[in-house]
């Protein structure tokens, strides 16, 4: 059957672009949110969130009627979940635990309105066996359809995971041009989910199995963290050897089979802080070097920390007529990454905050794609670069946004962790 109406759970950084690409081939997109001031937001033709172009292409696809934002799910042919899979807290183990009450939410919303020829696509980044945990919360909610897990090929309802598989800031021309990977629970649940995506993908689309797709994912970023773990450790290791470890990179890269990537202050987002996690808590006997990565660069923030420590000390005594109150440091960049809003999972904004928690003195945040600060970082002065670079004692270079690389403090002590401001 065709698609005529399609519903995606969760307008969220990835959700509202997918309802958009749907609704900009003129599809009957409903959009469906649990955060009111997100569907109020989207129904007046606006976004809620930063993503380049976005705002053009949801303002054509609400004034032209193919996109509407609710707050309880509507009947539709296709419903594809993109909701958070965070951590539980506190995991006696020490390995953090996903937290899947999010999708179990979501499919129980959705099963009231299923009918017979439905096709139900986890995007969410999810744990190896989600999509089958999935199918079961809709088969319990639903005892008069059947489901590809007990029917295969003659499931009533078709069940499948793809995950997303695009960058921030890049998010409406990534999920046109990226391939898909397509993991269905039957051949028959692959061929609708691939009918459906080729709406709008030019990328192709992969089939595979369901519980594969899901490791896909979590593989593609748990080898970029493990990539980028080994740039973080020879960061440290630069450091107390006093060697330049851009410079070092450098050279390294120029051999023909050697890339390594660029040392940060750690690593941030929902998918590469996130996902390696949720292979290591499935086998964690056997995901040890990926274990070990994250625990490196979960460590850097820490580093960097005392890396302003030492700043602090040598500030005072050079300024011996000071005292800790009396410095003010300025933290460039909050957000996850270069030139985009989203703080999730940041390191930099968790640096900021726990500098503020035991410096003494003024700290400053320099962050160009927000207007606010969150509620819990109030007392922490959101600033100008202009300011900061007056004002700051000590310059903490943490993200680096192409602003950034325009300019450069005059003045101060500098600890630039990704090596974009010229060393004195």
Not at 7 to 30: C, D, E, H, Q, W
Not at 50 to 75: F, R, W
């Amino acid at each position: 059957m065709p698609f005529n109406t399609i519903s995606v759970i969760g307008l969220g950084y990835i959700g509202l672009p997918t309802a958009a690409m749907f609704a900009s081939r003129k599809k009957n997109v409903i959009g469906v949110d649990v955060n009111q001031h997100a569907v109020n937001t989207i129904n007046k033709g606006q976004i809620h969130i930063v993503e380049p172009e976005l705002d053009m292409i949801v303002h054509a696809a609400v004034s032209e009627g193919y996109l509407k934002a609710v707050t309880t799910p509507e009947p539709a042919d296709a419903f594809l979940i993109a909701v958070p899979t965070p951590f539980l807290p506190n995991s006696n183990s020490g390995v953090p635990e996903p937290d899947l009450s999010y999708i179990e939410a979501a499919a129980k919303a959705v099963a009231p309105v299923l009918k017979k020829g439905d096709l139900v696509i986890l995007e969410s980044t999810s744990p190896v066996g989600a999509t089958e945990k999935m199918a079961n919360w809709l088969k319990s909610s639903r005892p008069d359809l059947s489901f590809p897990q007990d029917s295969g090929d003659s499931a009533d309802v078709n069940i499948a995971h793809c995950p997303e598989r695009v960058l921030p800031g890049q998010v409406v021309h990534e999920l046109v041009t990226n391939d898909r990977v397509i993991g269905g629970m039957s051949a028959r649940c692959s061929e609708k989910a691939v009918s459906l995506y080729k709406t709008f993908v030019a990328g192709e689309c992969v089939i595979t199995n369901a519980r594969t797709a899901e490791m896909a994912k979590l593989t593609e970023n748990s080898s970029r963290d493990v990539q980028i773990a080994f740039a973080n450790e020879l960061s440290i290791i630069c450091d107390k050897l006093n060697i330049d470890v851009w410079e070092l990179i450098q050279l390294a890269n120029r051999h023909p089979r050697v890339n390594i990537l660029q040392p940060g202050p750690g690593v941030g987002g929902h998918c590469i802080a996130v996902d390696p996690w949720f292979i290591v808590s499935k086998t964690p006997e056997e995901a040890k070097l990926i274990h070990t990565a994250r625990n490196v660069n979960d460590g850097k923030p820490s580093w960097v920390l005392s890396k302003v420590k030492l700043a602090i000390v040598d500030y005072l005594q050079q300024n011996p007529d000071k005292t800790v109150n009396d410095v003010t440091i300025a933290c460039y960049g909050l957000a996850f990454k270069p030139d985009i809003d989203d703080l999730r999972e940041s390191p930099a904004l968790h640096i900021c905050k726990e500098l503020a928690k035991f410096h003494g003195g003024s700290v400053l945040a320099v962050e160009p794609n927000v207007n606010m600060l969150p509620e819990h970082l109030a007392h922490i002065e959101l600033v100008a670069f202009e300011t900061a670079a007056l004002k700051a004692d000590i310059h903490l270079l943490l993200v680096d946004h192409r602003e950034f690389k325009e300019e450069t403090p005059k003045q101060g002590i500098v600890i630039d962790t990704k090596g974009i401001w010229p060393q004195s």
